[in-house]
């Protein structure tokens, strides 16, 4: 069967299509919503702009196909094959993509909001300015394994309330992103490069953000506590009234930092730079700052470790 008889037969009224052989189809435009192509290899076809919304694409094979602009809306890809596929601009609103491979994919300005991507393997995708709010990637324990991100670029997505608990983001690019309300409990966060971005009010507990770059990032209000960010870059960054119990900052940038109100308690400080970082009314009880450098750093109303004078 070649493109244009499985349009002829979708225009008859057919719809079961699965396991169809069509590699390197042209189905550009193509109204094909609520068919079953489930299990059906169409790797390398052409889908441009084409209309899939409620469509049946279980375990289908659509590796390095083109579907920039397409609509599948609420499409049931569950275990679908899309890695190195093209969805720029893509419609992929409250689609099932449950443990699908979507990694070096490009997801330029797709929309992804409401969709399901437990289990989904993102690793090298490309996500800039992706809206992603509400999007499902829950770990389970038990059901799927943590979404995988890793090296994945997100500059200036939309990441709103999404659940990433333990997703692996390790060395991915979130400059710009914005994460206001995330939950990031656990999730690992090595190298990343969250260089301006919007953190306020995240649940960050344990998170891994070990030599991570967060230049100027919004992490007001945020809770950091127990996490990792040693050798972290955290210039000019905003963590007012954050909680940073008993997270490691040991050589930790911090310069030009705002820490007004930050909880830093038992924090560890070691060899971090804290010059003319603002501390006023924060809580560095019994907090590690041996070594560290704290030249014109504001200590009004701070609460300073018992050994510190």
Known sequence: MDATELIERYNAGHLEFKKLSLNNAKLDGAELVGINLSGANLRGSSLLFAYLGRSHLTNINLSKTRLGGATLKKADLRHANLKDADLHGALLQK??????????????????????LRGANLSGADLRGAHLRGANMRFERRLYEPIILR???????????????????????????????????????????????????????????????????????????????TGAKLRGTKL?????????????????????????????????????????????????????SMEDAILEGTTLPEDFF
Do not use: F, P
Not at 244 to 257: F, G, V, Y
């Open 95 to 116: 689609a099932d993509l449950r443990t699908a491979d979507l990694s070096l994919a490009t997801l330029l300005d797709a929309n992804l909001s409401g969709a399901d």
């Open 240 to 292: 007012n009234m954050a909680n940073l119990a008993r997270t490691m900052l040991d050589n930790a940038d911090l310069s030009d930092a705002s820490l007004r109100d930050a909880n830093l308690l038992e924090a560890n400080l070691m060899r971090a730079n804290l010059d003319r970082a603002d501390l006023t009314d924060a809580n560095l009880y019994d907090a590690d700052i041996s070594l560290a």
């Open 151 to 229: 090296g994945a670029d997100l500059r200036g997505a939309d990441l709103r309330d999404v659940n990433l608990c333990n997703a692996d983001m390790t060395r991915t690019d979130l400059r710009g992103a914005n994460l206001k309300q995330a939950n990031l409990r656990d999730v690992k966060l090595k190298g990343a490069n969250l260089s301006g971005a919007n953190l306020s009010g995240c649940m960050m507990t344990s998170v891994d953000l070990r030599e991570a770059v967060l230049d100027g990032a919004n992490l007001n209000s945020a809770i950091v506590a127990s996490a990792r960010l």
